[in-house]
DNA sequence: TCTGGGGTCCTAGGACCC
DNA sequence: TCTGGGGTCCTAGGACCC
C-alpha cells in the first residue's frame, strides 16, 4: 500500500502562510521574471486563471477582483517542503520525496487504520507548518496518485466524487464496486502518466476514464502505445509495477537556463550570463558529487516576437577532462557562446547544460598529446569558495566573469518578490503588541 | 511592453562491428 | 546472376512529470 500526500496549491500556501491577509483572495505565484502564474489559490482558479496564464493577460484581474500576484519565493518554498516532507515521513517506514510539494510513502507494515492516521498527519501539518495537503491511498502508487486526484476535487468539485473522500481517500478501504466506481467518473486525462497527447489517442480508441483503462488488455496496450501506458494499465487495476525509490539517484543531465529581464543585444552581456548559469550548474554539479564530461551552450532570441529576426542556436564540447570546477566551466561557456553570438539580434534566454556527469573519482585521466585548450581545475579553490558561501550567502565569491556590476542588466525581473521569512535574518517577521 | 525552469524514459533509425 | 545475420551504441525526437 502506498500513500502519495501533497500541499493543496503549495506555493500560494507558503505565500499564505506568512501573510494570513491573503486567505481568501484570489493568489497566483509568478514564475521567475514575473512571467506566468506558475500557482494559483482556489480562488484565483475560480476567476478563471489559467495555469501558464502570461502575467498580462491576467493584469486586469489586479484592479478589477482583487487578484493578489506574488514573485516566486523558491527559497520560501524549499524550506517549507523540508518541513512539510519531515512530517510526513512520519506516515510509514520509507519515503521518497517526488516533487517540492509531494511525496509517496510506503504503508507496509503499517498497523491501524490507515485513514484515520491519514487524517492526523493532515491535522499535524497544518498545525505545525500551516500547510493544507491532500492524502491518497492505493496499493500502487498510480492508484495513490489517483486517489489524492480525488481526495483533492471531492471537496472543490461538488458532485465529482462522493464528500467522503475529501482530503483523505484511502482506494483500499472500500469495496470492488465503490473502487470501480470513483475510477469510471476519473477522466482519463486525469491519470499520472497520460499527458494530453495520450488522452486524445485514447479517446479515439474508446477509452475514456480511468476504469476503461484499467480493464485494457495490457498486452494490446503495448503493442498500440508503449510499454510505459502498459503498466500504467496494470498499476490502474492494482498490480504495482513501479517501486518506492527512496534513494535519490544522481542527476544524468543539469541545467541552468533563464529568460533575461530586458532584451540582450551585446555579447559582453551575454558572455556574463551564460558564466553565471555554468557557475551555478557547477555548483549543483559539485553538490550532488559529479563531474560533467560534456557542455551544452544555447542561446535564442523571443518565439513572442514575431516581428524580430529570430535566431536559437545550440553548440556543445566534450570537456578533454570531466570537470566540476566554475572556472573550467565558465570558460568552456564563453568559447561557446562566442561561436554561436550573431550581432543584430535580441537574445531573450539563454542556458548552460552539463551532460555526461558521472561520479567524482571515476574520471579517466588524458594523455597530454594536445596543447590544453581550458584551464587546469582547482579543486581548493572551489572547496573553499562554496565553503565561504555556505557561509556568507550565495554568490558571496563567484568567478569575476560572471559580471561585476549588480544587478545585472540580463538578470531577472522579481518586482513582488515577498521576504524569506524561514532563512534569512532579515526576512524574519516582527511581532508587535 | 509583457509569455518559466528542470528533469526522465522510451523508441526508431543510422552507424558501425564482427 | 548472385549480395547474411546478429549485435551494440548513439542520437534525435516525442512523450511524460512537477
Given at each position: 500500500?502506498?500513500?502519495?500526500?501533497?500541499?493543496?496549491?503549495?506555493?500560494?500556501?507558503?505565500?499564505?502562510?506568512?501573510?494570513?491577509?491573503?486567505?481568501?483572495?484570489?493568489?497566483?505565484?509568478?514564475?521567475?521574471?514575473?512571467?506566468?502564474?506558475?500557482?494559483?489559490?482556489?480562488?484565483?482558479?475560480?476567476?478563471?486563471?489559467?495555469?501558464?496564464?502570461?502575467?498580462?493577460?491576467?493584469?486586469?484581474?489586479?484592479?478589477?477582483?482583487?487578484?493578489?500576484?506574488?514573485?516566486?519565493?523558491?527559497?520560501?518554498?524549499?524550506d517549507m517542503s523540508e518541513r512539510l516532507m519531515s512530517l510526513a515521513a512520519g506516515l510509514g517506514h520509507r519515503q521518497e520525496v517526488y516533487s517540492i510539494d509531494e511525496c509517496f510513502v510506503d504503508l507496509t507494515g503499517v498497523r491501524g487504520d490507515l485513514?484515520?492516521?491519514?487524517?492526523?498527519?493532515?491535522?499535524?501539518?497544518?498545525?505545525?507548518?500551516?500547510?493544507?495537503?491532500?492524502?491518497?491511498?492505493?496499493?500502487?502508487?498510480?492508484?495513490?496518485?489517483?486517489?489524492?486526484?480525488?481526495?483533492?476535487?471531492?471537496?472543490?468539485?461538488?458532485?465529482?466524487?462522493?464528500?467522503?473522500?475529501?482530503?483523505?481517500?484511502?482506494?483500499?478501504?472500500?469495496?470492488?464496486?465503490?473502487?470501480?466506481?470513483?475510477?469510471?467518473?476519473?477522466?482519463?486525462?486525469?491519470?499520472?502518466?497520460?499527458?494530453?497527447?495520450?488522452?486524445?489517442?485514447?479517446?479515439?480508441?474508446?477509452?475514456?476514464?480511468?476504469?476503461?483503462?484499467?480493464?485494457?488488455?495490457?498486452?494490446?496496450?503495448?503493442?498500440?502505445?508503449?510499454?510505459?501506458?502498459?503498466?500504467?494499465?496494470?498499476?490502474?487495476?492494482?498490480?504495482?509495477?513501479?517501486?518506492?525509490?527512496?534513494?535519490?539517484?544522481?542527476?544524468?543531465?543539469?541545467?541552468?537556463?533563464?529568460?533575461?529581464?530586458?532584451?540582450?543585444?551585446?555579447?559582453?552581456?551575454?558572455?556574463?550570463?551564460?558564466?553565471?548559469?555554468?557557475?551555478?550548474?557547477?555548483?549543483?554539479?559539485?553538490?550532488?558529487?559529479?563531474?560533467?564530461?560534456?557542455?551544452?551552450?544555447?542561446?535564442?532570441?523571443?518565439?513572442?516576437?514575431?516581428?524580430?529576426?529570430?535566431?536559437?542556436?545550440?553548440?556543445?564540447?566534450?570537456?578533454?577532462?570531466?570537470?566540476?570546477?566554475?572556472?573550467?566551466?565558465?570558460?568552456?561557456?564563453?568559447?561557446?557562446?562566442?561561436?554561436?553570438?550573431?550581432?543584430?539580434?535580441?537574445?531573450?534566454?539563454?542556458?548552460?547544460?552539463?551532460?555526461?556527469?558521472?561520479?567524482?573519482?571515476?574520471?579517466?585521466?588524458?594523455?597530454?598529446?594536445?596543447?590544453?585548450?581550458?584551464?587546469?581545475?582547482?579543486?581548493?579553490?572551489?572547496?573553499?569558495?562554496?565553503?565561504?558561501?555556505?557561509?556568507?550567502?550565495?554568490?558571496?565569491?563567484?568567478?569575476?566573469?560572471?559580471?561585476?556590476?549588480?544587478?545585472?542588466?540580463?538578470?531577472?525581473?522579481?518586482?513582488?518578490?515577498?521576504?524569506?521569512?524561514?532563512?534569512?535574518?532579515?526576512?524574519?517577521?516582527?511581532?508587535?503588541?
Amino acid at each position: 500500500m502506498f500513500a502519495l500526500i501533497d500541499g493543496n496549491n503549495f506555493y500560494a500556501s507558503c505565500e499564505r502562510v506568512f501573510r494570513p491577509s491573503l486567505n481568501g483572495r484570489p493568489l497566483v505565484v509568478l514564475s521567475n521574471n514575473d512571467g506566468c502564474a506558475i500557482a494559483r489559490s482556489e480562488e484565483a482558479k475560480a476567476l478563471g486563471v489559467r495555469m501558464g496564464a502570461p502575467l498580462f493577460k491576467i493584469a486586469h484581474l489586479l484592479d478589477e477582483a482583487g487578484l493578489v500576484a506574488v514573485s516566486a519565493n523558491f527559497e520560501l518554498y524549499g524550506d517549507m517542503s523540508e518541513r512539510l516532507m519531515s512530517l510526513a515521513a512520519g506516515l510509514g517506514h520509507r519515503q521518497e520525496v517526488y516533487s517540492i510539494d509531494e511525496c509517496f510513502v510506503d504503508l507496509t507494515g503499517v498497523r491501524g487504520d490507515l485513514t484515520l492516521r491519514a487524517q492526523r498527519l493532515r491535522a499535524r501539518i497544518a498545525q505545525w507548518i500551516g500547510i493544507p495537503t491532500c492524502i491518497g491511498m492505493g496499493s500502487t502508487k498510480t492508484l495513490a496518485k489517483l486517489a489524492n486526484h480525488i481526495a483533492k476535487n471531492a471537496e472543490r468539485k461538488p458532485g465529482s466524487y462522493p464528500v467522503e473522500h475529501a482530503q483523505v481517500c484511502h482506494l483500499g478501504a472500500v469495496g470492488v464496486d465503490a473502487r470501480e466506481a470513483l475510477l469510471g467518473q476519473t477522466a482519463i486525462a486525469e491519470v499520472w502518466g497520460v499527458g494530453p497527447r495520450l488522452a486524445a489517442q485514447l479517446q479515439a480508441e474508446g477509452l475514456h476514464t480511468a476504469l476503461d483503462l484499467a480493464r485494457a488488455n495490457p498486452v494490446v496496450v503495448q503493442r498500440r502505445w508503449s510499454v510505459v501506458l502498459a503498466k500504467t494499465a496494470l498499476e490502474l487495476s492494482g498490480t504495482a509495477c513501479l517501486g518506492l525509490e527512496d534513494v535519490t539517484p544522481d542527476k544524468q543531465q543539469l541545467a541552468c537556463t533563464r529568460s533575461f529581464g530586458q532584451p540582450v543585444h551585446a555579447l559582453p552581456e551575454l558572455i556574463e550570463a551564460v558564466n553565471e548559469f555554468a557557475s551555478r550548474a557547477a555548483e549543483k554539479l559539485r553538490r550532488q558529487g559529479s563531474v560533467a564530461a560534456q557542455l551544452m551552450v544555447f542561446i535564442r532570441t523571443s518565439p513572442f516576437r514575431r516581428q524580430d529576426r529570430q535566431h536559437s542556436a545550440h553548440r556543445s564540447l566534450a570537456l578533454p577532462v570531466p570537470t566540476h570546477d566554475s572556472t573550467v566551466l565558465c570558460e568552456a561557456a564563453s568559447a561557446l557562446v562566442r561561436h554561436l553570438y550573431q550581432p543584430g539580434h535580441a537574445y531573450a534566454k539563454a542556458g548552460v547544460m552539463l551532460m555526461d556527469l558521472r561520479p567524482v573519482g571515476l574520471e579517466q585521466g588524458r594523455l597530454a598529446l594536445e596543447p590544453a585548450l581550458l584551464p587546469p581545475s582547482k579543486p581548493a579553490l572551489m572547496q573553499a569558495m562554496d565553503a565561504i558561501n555556505q557561509r556568507h550567502g550565495r554568490g558571496s565569491l563567484h568567478v569575476a566573469s560572471t559580471g561585476a556590476t549588480h544587478p545585472r542588466a540580463w538578470g531577472m525581473k522579481q518586482a513582488r518578490k515577498t521576504p524569506a521569512y524561514t532563512t534569512r535574518w532579515a526576512g524574519l517577521l516582527v511581532a508587535s503588541a
